[in-house]
């Protein structure tokens, strides 16, 4: 560029040279630059555009009327010296043209066109993985069979409990996308783990441009509980208490579900869970749905749905503090499954649709700031073995459990959230074959360690006192185990 620069500077300096030292009524000189190159020329060509006519620029009359004989004495000399710097100029300007490469042609610059959109350009990703180790280090080691967790017990080592990827976004302005596999799952039966199975392929259609109002189908969690919501990624304890989680296999079914929340409540939601401060996210101030009833990835058994209902409400007093209160209902019929207990096979005393199921529960959270607080509890109805495990019917159950936890931000070493939980249930575990009374009185210490954003250590002394639902009969055992996990997010 700089060449092209000093060769039209070179050219122009030596044509309006030419032109200034002239005489009057000396030839008059038209210019001519290329629109791509850049290059001055004195004829016309292909990318050249006309700059004007250059000719003497008169300084005074006085140097012209005192230098007019000299240049009439001159002119017969100066003409064709003009002559000869003139084909010498377009010589130059000739030759430095083909000197310099550019385009064959030249044409105005095309509109930008709009650049296509499409649905998956909306979309986006993240996920997390949990990686887990426990010991047993006291009680009744050999009989320690903790159906939540596959680490925990004899004879067990690793495990990778979750390793999930969620694809998410706004595909248009009233409909959103969620789709969450996770790849360490475990059917039911198999000694092989770490399956692909689905959690979560759902749309949300809103009605309004704010999404107030907003229709959930598909395979979703169902809307019964606040731990249950809560995200593992997000909760404090390595699992959800038997007492509220028994409710609902995987916290989720197929159905049609509606939500409606107030834009202000909406984004106070969200920032629950943006600020850290262990939010269930936003599952609606009001919701009601109804769903299939046999779990999550579970064949539909009879003709009858589930219905659920819920209220919630995070306050926000003036100082900042957040407390979140609700209640919640579940109804419909489950059908579950018997099997041999001691070489009989119990008979089910229920009507072709299965079992009345049946819950109602509240919840409250005082939001770790930094002190927080959180409890749950609910009394309900479902299919449970008898005493002599010969029948299965329905039988009450209740249950919960309160957590205590404190927020500590020790600045370049991360966040700790140091916390202790007691659980409570007695009921039928209805998921499990029998559906087999499981009574629950468990204590848990530990701390969650957030080194970063994307690295989470969690320890945890697990007093254990519980049933053994997996195996018949059914035995209890008492035991303590040391737990860990490391989580990584992406």
């Given at each position: ?28 000189i ?38 007019s ?19 010498q ?7 430095q ?47 320690v ?40 799952s ?56 038997d ?13 049609a ?17 943006a ?20 779990g ?26 957040i407390?979140?209160?609700g ?96 659980q ?33 250590l ?18 209890r ?14």
């Amino acid at each position: 560029m700089k060449k092209r620069l000093s060769a039209a500077i070179s050219s122009v300096g030596l044509i309006l040279g030419t032109s200034l030292f002239s005489p009057a009524g000396a030839q008059e000189i038209d210019l001519y630059v290329d629109t791509v190159t850049k290059q001055v020329y004195t004829e016309p060509g292909k990318n050249r555009v006309k700059m004007g006519t250059f000719q003497q620029v008169q300084k005074g009359a006085n140097r012209q009327d005192k230098k007019s004989s000299d240049r009439q004495a001159q002119k017969k000399t100066d003409q064709p010296a003009q002559k000869d710097s003139v084909q010498q100029a377009r010589k130059d300007s000739s030759q430095q043209a083909q000197n310099e490469p550019g385009p064959a042609f030249v044409h105005e610059p095309l509109p930008e066109r709009p650049k296509e959109e499409h649905w998956y350009d909306r979309m986006h990703i993240r996920g997390y993985t949990q990686f887990r180790n426990s010991t047993t280090v006291s009680g009744d080691k050999d009989a320690v069979v903790y159906w939540p967790d596959r680490s925990v017990g004899e004879d067990t080592s690793f495990l990778i409990r979750r390793a999930r990827l969620i694809l998410y976004g706004d595909i248009t302005d009233n409909l959103y996308l969620y789709f969450q596999p996770d790849f360490a799952s475990t059917p039911s039966g198999s000694t092989t783990g770490n399956f692909g199975q689905l959690r979560d392929a759902y749309a949300d259609i809103s009605f309004d441009d704010k999404k107030e109002f907003r229709v959930r189908l598909g395979q979703s969690k169902i809307p019964f509980s606040f731990e249950n919501m809560q995200s593992s990624q997000n909760r404090l304890a390595l699992d959800r208490a038997d007492g509220i989680n028994t409710c609902c296999r995987d916290e989720r079914d197929i159905g049609a579900f509606f939500y409606w929340v107030p834009a202000e409540i909406r984004e106070r939601f969200r920032e629950l869970v943006a600020n850290n401060l262990k939010g269930s996210g936003d599952y609606g101030v009001f919701a009601f749905g109804v769903y299939n009833g046999q779990g999550a990835n579970r064949v539909e058994l009879n003709n009858d749905m589930h219905m659920v209902a819920r209220v919630t409400y995070p306050y926000q007093f003036s100082n900042g503090q957040i407390f979140e209160a609700g209640v919640e209902a579940l109804h419909g019929r489950f059908v579950t499954s018997n099997g041999p207990v001691n070489g009989i096979t119990p008979v089910m005393v229920a009507p072709a649709k299965g079992f009345v199921d049946e819950r109602v529960a509240v919840h409250a959270v005082l939001y770790p700031q930094p002190f927080g607080l959180q409890a749950e509890w609910n009394w309900g109805r479902g299919p449970q073995l008898n005493g002599v495990q010969r029948l299965i019917t329905e039988s009450p159950l209740t249950g919960g459990y309160v957590q205590a936890t404190y927020k500590y931000d020790s600045g370049p070493w991360g966040i700790l959230f140091p916390f202790v939980k007691w659980q409570y249930y007695e009921g039928g575990q209805k998921f499990e074959r029998n559906a087999p009374k499981n009574l629950v009185n468990d204590w848990e210490l530990g701390v969650e360690w957030q080194v970063t954003k994307a690295i989470e250590l969690t320890a945890v002394y697990h007093m254990m006192n519980r049933t053994d639902v997996l195996n018949a009969p059914y035995e209890r055992f008492r035991a303590d185990a040391v737990r860990f996990q490391v989580q990584w997010n992406y």
